[in-house]
């Protein structure tokens, strides 16, 4: 089942987006700011953003940029506005197609759907090592093709760690892979922790790892097309 994150601070409208997508066999989840937007995205990571472009905490234009840093998931934005400069800016940003308001909820469920498709036929950038699989455009992660649900830092940490097969990073190198897009810095603790959590789920005995192996007083190294 396809997730759609639904940013928008209309109430109204955004219940009716997420009832009309629900309708049609889609799991939507809703946020009505950028915080709880990107607690979300986190959590669910969903095949396709509808983004509005004025949030109450943020720009939706800045998130767009933001998520383009790591991901190429489908994101279609909504505006208010009608200015062909807007639109323009949103697309430069990385939005992949842009709804001025009003519109009608069917021509959205036609874009949206026509997005998906998109993604799911066009040729994806995929790292493959051994009996892993990172899809780069989806952010999804495989074992053996089976889907392991991972979360955003998650994947930002399997897809540096993949991109350097068998090369043996520092801490402190990982740590700058996972920064954000303004060089806010991430707590040390995030390392350990999701590599703990990646073992968890992806290795058939977690306390010994095959697949990322610590490199004791130095880091990590990923090990999982051995």
Not at 39 to 59: F, K, T, V, Y
Not at 142 to 167: D, P, Q, W
Not at 173 to 189: A, C, M, T
């Given at each position: 089942?396809n997730?759609?994150?639904i940013?928008?601070?209309?109430?109204n409208l955004s219940?009716?987006?997420?009832?009309?997508f629900?309708?049609?066999?889609y799991?939507?989840v809703?946020?009505?700011?950028?915080k709880e937007?990107?607690?979300?995205?986190?959590?669910?990571s969903?095949?396709?953003?509808i983004?509005?472009?004025g949030?109450?905490?943020?720009n939706?234009?800045?998130?767009c940029?933001?998520?383009?840093t790591?991901?190429k998931i489908?994101?279609?934005?909504?505006t208010?506005?009608?200015?062909?400069?807007?639109?323009?800016s949103?697309?430069l940003a990385?939005?992949?197609?842009y709804i001025?308001?009003p519109?009608s909820?069917?021509?959205l469920?036609?874009?949206?759907?026509?997005?998906l498709r998109?993604t799911e036929?066009?040729?994806?950038?995929?790292i493959c090592?051994?009996k892993?699989?990172l899809?780069?455009?989806?952010?999804?992660f495989?074992?053996?093709?089976e889907?392991?649900?991972i979360s955003?830092?998650?994947?930002?940490l399997?897809s540096?760690?993949m991109?350097?097969?068998g090369?043996v990073?520092?801490k402190e190198q990982?740590?700058?892979?996972?920064w954000d897009n303004?060089?806010?810095f991430?707590d040390?603790?995030?390392l350990p922790?999701?590599?703990?959590?990646?073992?968890?789920?992806?290795?058939?005995?977690?306390?010994?790892?095959?697949?990322?192996k610590?490199?004791?007083?130095?880091?990590y190294i990923?090990?999982?097309?051995?």
């Amino acid at each position: 089942m396809n997730t759609i994150l639904i940013l928008e601070d209309d109430e109204n409208l955004s219940r009716g987006i997420a009832f009309t997508f629900e309708k049609d066999g889609y799991h939507a989840v809703s946020a009505s700011n950028i915080k709880e937007g990107k607690q979300l995205l986190e959590r669910h990571s969903p095949q396709l953003i509808i983004l509005d472009l004025g949030l109450p905490d943020g720009n939706g234009m800045d998130l767009c940029k933001e998520i383009r840093t790591y991901s190429k998931i489908p994101i279609i934005m909504l505006t208010a506005c009608d200015l062909e400069t807007d639109e323009v800016s949103g697309l430069l940003a990385g939005a992949d197609d842009y709804i001025t308001k009003p519109f009608s909820l069917s021509v959205l469920r036609a874009r949206v759907e026509a997005l998906l498709r998109r993604t799911e036929t066009e040729n994806r950038y995929i790292i493959c090592s051994g009996k892993y699989k990172l899809d780069t455009d989806l952010c999804k992660f495989f074992c053996e093709n089976e889907e392991i649900h991972i979360s955003v830092t998650e994947y930002k940490l399997l897809s540096f760690l993949m991109t350097n097969a068998g090369r043996v990073l520092s801490k402190e190198q990982i740590l700058s892979s996972l920064w954000d897009n303004e060089g806010n810095f991430v707590d040390e603790n995030t390392l350990p922790v999701n590599i703990s959590r990646l073992r968890a789920k992806m290795e058939s005995d977690p306390k010994s790892p095959q697949a990322i192996k610590t490199i004791h007083g130095i880091g990590y190294i990923w090990n999982g097309g051995v």
